[in-house]
């Protein structure tokens, strides 16, 4: 019989995706209620833009494409083509990303790509004549060309209208104005940046095909946009998830559920995703080898792709996976909103919550005790502007060596927006929360040591290839109590939150259709009143004094001492943690009482509770509910179980990090050698691939025992030194006595290791 969620497909539509939908069933009234209320709460947000506005981008686009098509027939002009190819030479604009899709809002950028023939080259007619066209037209404004990016851009505003343009050279004399480049061919002997120049018109393309109703499909990508951005998830370059990675999840509810309405496509969106066992990828359609040669995802092929965390696989030729940012810790914080995000739904639907609740922001600066700042400064604007998208591209790799050398048990959770002080000029900062992982033991007064961690991140930025006098990096622990009043709306700390939040608010017990749905007491959100404001600065103040020297590495296990020692190049500067104790959290489902202190639950788990247990237990909503089995939710879990049982799920069975820490392509030619301005040091040779792969004593399997251990523990509190001094040479400088240290928990982490074993 198979299961009563999958219903026989109708001969009138065809099926979208690698798998059988899960329902095909209609809307209920509650949905097409909640689907208006949904279109109304996004018109009042203000997503949709104007119809001024939406005339004003149509005009720039047809001024932006006339002025590629005389830019066409002068460059033939002064090659030397006949005046028969002059006449018939033609460039082409192309739109894609959320314009594309139809998601843009008000004062969005315009994604675009010229399409040129084959003796206009890249370098000399594009960044060359193209550009000084531009530059002599007085309705463009703010002409950056972006050459040496992983994908070469040109930004610019239009009448005001923000451009980002790029280039794709074909393999032909002629570019015909009815050009289809969604066909393979059109890659052809193109060159690898043309390749990732075409990629984003022929996946935004093919996504459009692949839902099977757009109009649906573009609310509901609406819809996850705002609450992406809302909840602080929203941002490749920070490890989360860019645009075209949210279109892709989207893309394939819809297909999951194709007569859906999007207040119904939201709900089902967290339900799968809360349930989805990563690294399953998500895919819009098959794979397919191709015929050019191009190298597609493949985890079976490439081991590379095997370390990928949350693969989301774009669905036209060459199929990549778009998300390959993603890290431990933006994954365990996705996953926790997606679990959030599918309890807020089944609330909305017993009328216990509404759309507001589940758009509320994320509250950042009161989720963590703990927070890395980093500041950066420039002499002006433009350097400011320059110097930001070099440090915002090398963030990332902070978090990875964080997590990477303090075995995973420190994660963090970067702000992907940067705080101007307005105090300051030419200055911002970014923030970073800090936490001990869940399940990991601690032991009283021992510490975390990632000053050799942030040195190597300084280091890393200080390379800089167009890095001038005035662009500085600083690097400091500052506790939530002392966060600077910039970072708060308003300028002002508030006295005590506005309003009670989701997290804080929900009782242990959820009556749904007469069952129970056990939700953990967690304060990760705002909680209300000046008491616990004063609990928590007195619990603060409670470390400050109980602060203990760490234990000596010469204690330690010679197989963890020799791995440390090997691994510490200098002990300049100083960052410390330590923990508390007094506080407990939540291990495997378990209810405990938590400090304000956010411990998302393990996501590698090799327990996979999707059948009506554990995570993914979701009850009979009984407004939908029917006699009809298509609308259970059990059934629906049972699809998913399926639909992950794909040729990939044996593959990708790698939790850890891959052994290197990747440098963002984008700026990949950007980085200086050893000479030049005196801040290369010692650290630039440092091959941390080197260390982890030729170490005889920590083998792969131990480091993902010490990394997912289980066991009870308490918190870890950073004591504010700032890190600051500079590395210049090899060997170790003396760490200053007036800074505590922030030393790893090796004792604990032993321990737990002979325990796992």
């Not at 629906?636 to 990939?648: H, R, T, V, W």
Request: charged fraction near 25%.
């Amino acid at each position: 019989m198979g299961s009563p969620v999958l219903s026989n497909r109708s001969n009138a539509q065809p099926r979208l995706g690698i798998t059988e939908p899960i329902s095909l069933g209609g809307p209920t009234d509650y949905d097409v209620i909640k689907t208006r209320e949904l279109e109304k709460y996004l018109q009042d947000a203000g997503l949709y833009e104007s119809q001024e506005e939406a005339v004003s981008r149509e005009e720039v686009l047809g001024r932006l494409d006339q002025v590629v098509k005389i830019w066409a027939k002068a460059i033939s002009r002064a090659k030397g083509l006949s005046e028969q190819l002059v006449q018939e030479a033609n460039a082409k604009i192309f739109t894609f990303g959320s314009y594309r899709l139809g998601v843009h809002g008000p004062g969005a950028d315009i994604d675009t790509l010229c399409v040129g023939p084959r003796h206009a080259s890249r370098e000399e007619d594009f960044f060359g004549e193209l550009h000084n066209m531009l530059s002599e037209m007085p309705e463009v404004t703010e002409l950056h060309p972006v050459p040496d990016a992983y994908v070469p851009v040109m930004r610019f505003k239009f009448n005001g209208v923000s451009i980002d343009l790029l280039y794709a050279k074909l393999s032909l004399w002629v570019v015909p104005e009815d050009l289809d480049i969604s066909q393979d061919s059109i890659l052809q002997n193109a060159d690898e940046q043309t390749v990732r120049s075409l990629n984003g018109c022929r996946v935004t393309d093919q996504i459009l095909r692949l839902v099977p109703n757009i109009q649906n499909f573009r609310t509901t990508l609406r819809c996850m946009r705002f609450w992406a951005k809302r909840r602080g998830v929203y941002s490749n370059v920070s490890g989360f998830l860019g645009g075209i990675n949210w279109a892709l999840l989207v893309a394939r509810i819809c297909q999951l559920f194709p007569n859906a309405l999007p207040s119904m496509l939201v709900s089902r969106f967290f339900r799968v995703y809360n349930q989805w066992r990563w690294p399953n990828p998500v895919m819009l359609c098959a794979i397919e080898e191709g015929s050019l040669g191009l190298q597609v995802w493949d985890p079976r092929k490439y081991p590379k792709d095997r370390y990928h965390l949350m693969p989301i696989i774009t669905p036209a030729y060459p199929c990549m996976n778009s998300s390959y940012n993603v890290s431990l810790s933006t994954l365990r914080i996705m996953s926790d909103e997606f679990r959030r995000g599918s309890e807020i739904c089944e609330a909305m639907e017993i009328n216990k919550a509404d759309w507001d609740t589940l758009f509320e922001p994320y509250p950042f600066f009161e989720a963590y005790k703990n927070y890395l700042q980093i500041d950066i400064s420039a002499e002006n604007a433009e350097d400011l502007r320059k110097w930001k998208g070099w440090v915002e591209s090398r963030l990332r790799q902070l978090t990875l060596k964080i997590e990477r050398h303090t075995y995973g048990m420190l994660q963090c959770h970067p702000h992907p927006a940067d705080f101007p002080d307005k105090s300051r000029p030419f200055h911002c900062s970014y923030f970073m929360g800090l936490q001990r992982k869940q399940g990991v033991p601690a032991n009283e007064g021992e510490q975390f040591d990632i000053r050799l961690t942030v040195d190597e991140f300084k280091h890393s930025v200080n390379v800089y290839n167009l890095w001038k006098p005035g662009m500085e990096i600083r690097v400091s622990h500052v506790k939530r109590r002392n966060l600077p009043t910039f970072v708060f709306p308003g300028g002002a700390r508030p006295s005590r939150p506005t309003k009670v939040m989701w997290d804080s608010k929900r009782t242990s017990e959820l009556k749904v259709s007469g069952q129970s749905l056990e939700i953990s007491h967690e304060s990760r959100a705002v909680g209300s009143g000046t008491d616990d404001e004063n609990k928590r600065k007195r619990a603060d103040d409670d470390l400050d004094d109980n602060l203990r020297s760490s234990k000596s590495p010469a204690s330690l296990p010679s197989s963890i001492r020799e791995f440390h020692d090997d691994r510490t190049i200098s002990t300049a500067s100083s960052c410390s943690i330590k923990h508390d104790d007094s506080e407990t959290n939540v291990i495997e489902g378990q209810k405990s009482e938590k400090s304000d202190l956010n411990f998302p639950e393990e996501i590698f788990s090799e327990k996979s509770e999707i059948n009506g247990s554990g995570r993914g237990n979701v009850q009979v909503n009984p407004i939908l509910a029917t006699s009809d089995m298509s609308n259970s939710k059990e059934a629906e879990n049972l699809a998913i179980e399926k639909i992950m049982s794909g040729p990939y799920n044996a593959h990708q069975t790698f939790p850890e990090e891959p052994d290197e820490l990747e440098d963002d392509l984008e700026y990949r030619n950007q980085v200086k050698g050893d000479g030049g301005d005196g801040k290369s040091s010692s650290l630039e040779t440092l091959n941390l691939k080197a260390v982890v792969a030729t170490d005889p004593v920590i083998s792969n399997e131990e480091m993902i025992h010490l990394t997912h251990l289980r066991s009870g523990g308490g918190l870890e509190e950073l004591e504010p030194a700032e890190v600051t001094a500079p590395l210049v040479s090899g060997t170790p400088a003396p760490v200053p006595q007036k800074k505590p240290l922030i030393r790893f928990n090796f004792t604990s982490l032993a321990k737990a290791a002979d325990k796992s074993t």
